[in-house]
């Protein structure tokens, strides 16, 4: 899709370029704009990164500006009902409230909570740590621990940092093996890659075979050569059998890597239980598939293996992320061109900073939930174990709770326990561009910038990449008046925090942070970098910095011809500043403490044993998988005209032989049960699932009294979430259990 005419354009017009915010992809955009109203959205030809390319979410910009549900003024909640409130009103509310509660219970009593909306906005992603260092909590918890924390807990323990993922490097790999991902639709998670199907079509032009292992025939699947389906929740054995394969049958090769890569022993002295037999039954895939499928990856000149969402989401997350690794080191295809790559980032990442080849590594367990005792991961608790430290007596009982562009209601495994804990808190505070199933139990509500009035640089996606780069959005449209950008209301609510009070000035409290930070940082050259950065503030002022210090940059005048902010700002009209295709990093990226690819972490391979005594385990009769729309990424996203119009996407996708046996028909609606819970559900009857396993998309269930997303309500959905149990999670990750839960169907009388 390239050209999406909203209104008849009529002049004078004026021209934008802007890096859309709605999902990883991170498309470049044309907008068009009269009399400051969006008129149309098309793809930018010219972006050094997608290249036109473009997909519904970017065209609902326009409803989601001028969306009559979002926020644009503060709500405070007296005697239970909402009502507009100033700026001033709102953080004097919030003073009020919350230093007596801290002083009376602790900082312990607070929590603080985050959402991916949070990853595509600089403001928010750059200076929610400000808030939560001022907090002081142990009680800090994000959206990672719904879908991602596996894959960077194990790139992590392998490579020495969080961000460090191994990228499949698409435009010259010869064989790419999908697991548990729809990257047609999302345009890749955990790897930003717009277009994925024009790329996945130019492999195949090449020669090139693309295979997806999926327990539905996903739109990836329905494009690739083959496709495999698997039951959910035993990647891990499939994964486990080939690695094994790989020794068994000779097939190992380390390639480029071989003098950095410590552990392969240990590996093949692991896999020992995991053969293709074993595996067979465990995960519906027969070990003769197993055993050519191994094949061809360490056949092909140059292969990757991805795997995402549905390798994550799952008890053995972190085990099955893990391997994917493994699998593509011991075939050689570890940094490599055509196989896997790490992006090198101009601005942010910390395997571009400090000594190379070598650093502290990751760890975990530093603190521990109260309740459940799951420990801490990359700073945080699992998203899921919130509700029982809001609901538990005694000390550190959290109390007073944050939530910044959020919807854990909806998005977290039993939404309905954690509604029933938020409204029991002392005090809630959110920063939220809309009143939905989370924000509604509030008694402070900020809204958020539109993404519109908002300049934009992408701080984490650049280091998912399918291609360096560098880009910058400057704002369409003028600011609302009075409207604080939000990391200025991020730094006064840390100033309310820290019995600053709020009165505090955002612009000074920054003024004086930086300087602390360019000191240390700097040293000797702290005043210097004060002067040459002199004009800017906030997050210009950490993107000026971050750029110039970069691995591109200008190295503040020592390289001339250097990446600085002005030069990457000027670029915004030609669609950014290509850096190049990615390239081999290794062992300069590394930041382990053995400076060496850590293959076998002592706590993967103990987790491993878990999984061998459930090798022989036996799959439920019925189970339920989430799945994506192209058309949504965030349950806000319901409420855009745009996205929400069309047939029905809510609805249960069932096998015909499972259909058949419950009694099912297609269209008919029926109970869905599990030992969480129940929900309702319109059925989809499809050979495109795998028999005993049916498929309900997440986000939905905007059928709760008190949200304000009237579109949404108007086919509000099931929510998937309420069939699922919080207390399953990956022990490692701390990530939700969020697919092959067992369940029942019964038709609607």
Known sequence: MTNNTLIAPATPTTTHHRICPLCEACCGLEIKVQNSKVISIRGHDADVFSAGYICPKGVALKDLHEDPDRLRTPLIKRNGIFEQATWEEAFAEIERRLPPLIAAHGRNATGIVVGNPSAHKIGLLTYFGKLARALGTKNVFSASTLDQMPKQLSSGLLFGHWLSIALPDITRTDYLLVLGANPVVSNGSMWTVPDFRGK???????????????????????????????????????????????????????????????????????????????????????????????????????????????????????????????????????????????????????????????????????????????????????MTCMAEEIETPGEGQIRALFTVATNPVLSSPNGPRLANALDTLDFMVSMDIYLNETTRHADVILPGVSPLEDFHYDVAFP????????????????????????????????????????????????????????????????????????????????????????????????????????????????????????????????????????????????????????????????????????????????????????????????????????????????????????????????????????????????????????VAAERPGANLNALLDERRRDPLSGNAVLGGVAITMQLVA
């Open 463 to 710: 280091q998912l990449s399918w291609r360096n780069h560098a880009r910058y959005s400057p704002p369409v449209l003028p600011p609302t008046p009075g409207q604080p950008e939000e990391w200025q209301t991020l730094l006064k609510l840390a100033a309310i925090v820290q019995g600053k009070g709020a009165q505090a000035d955002a612009d000074a409290l920054d003024d004086a942070q930086f300087a602390e930070d360019a000191q240390r940082l700097f040293g000797g050259h702290a005043n210097a970098v004060i002067e040459a950065t002199h004009g800017l503030k906030g997050p210009q002022r950490a993107l000026e910095v971050a750029l110039r210090s970069g691995p591109y940059g200008d190295q503040w005048g020592r390289t001339p011809d250097g990446l600085t902010l002005a030069k990457v700002q000027a670029s915004n009209s030609t669609g950014g500043i290509d850096l190049g295709a990615l390239q081999p990093r290794i062992p300069e990226m590394l930041r382990t403490p053995s400076g060496k690819v850590e293959l076998a972490p002592p706590s993967l391979l103990q987790d491993l044993q878990r999984a061998t005594q459930d090798l022989r385990g036996l799959a439920p009769d019925l189970v339920v998988i989430g799945r994506r729309d192209v058309r949504t990424n965030n349950s806000w996203m319901h409420n855009l005209p745009v996205l929400a119009k069309g047939p029905m996407r809510c609805t249960a996708l069932v096998h015909p032989k499972d259909a058949q046996r419950l009694g099912l028909q297609d269209g008919v609606v029926a109970y869905i049960r599990s030992t969480g819970g129940q929900v309702q559900a319109q059925v989809h009857v499809t050979e495109d699932m795998m028999p005993g396993v049916v498929s309900l998309p997440h986000g939905w269930g905007h059928d709760v009294p008190g949200a304000q997303l009237r």
């Open 200 to 382: 996945a079509k130019a492999l195949q032009a090449r020669g090139g075979k693309l295979v997806v292992v999926d327990p539905r025939r996903t739109e990836t699947a329905a494009l690739a050569d083959a496709h495999h389906f698997i039951r959910p929740n035993s990647d891990v054995f499939l994964l486990a059998a080939m690695v094994h394969t790989l020794f068994a049958e000779g097939l190992v090769k380390l390639g480029t890597v071989a003098e950095w890569v410590d552990g392969v022993d240990a590996v093949e002295q692991a896999m020992t239980p995991f053969t293709p037999e074993a595996a067979a039954t465990r995960c519906g895939i027969s070990a003769d598939t197993i055993r050519a499928l191994t094949r061809a990856l360490a056949a092909a000149p140059r292969a990757a293996v991805y795997a995402r969402i549905g390798t994550c989401t799952q008890e053995y997350g972190t085990l099955a992320s893990w391997l994917v690794d493994v699998l593509n080191t011991l075939t050689g295809n570890l940094d490599r061109a055509g196989g896997v790559l790490f992006a090198k980032s101009a601005a942010f990442a910390s395997n571009t900073a400090g000594k190379p080849g070598i650093g502290k590594g990751v760890s975990t367990g530093r603190h521990h939930a109260r309740v459940s005792g799951a420990p801490e991961v990359y700073g945080e608790l699992p």
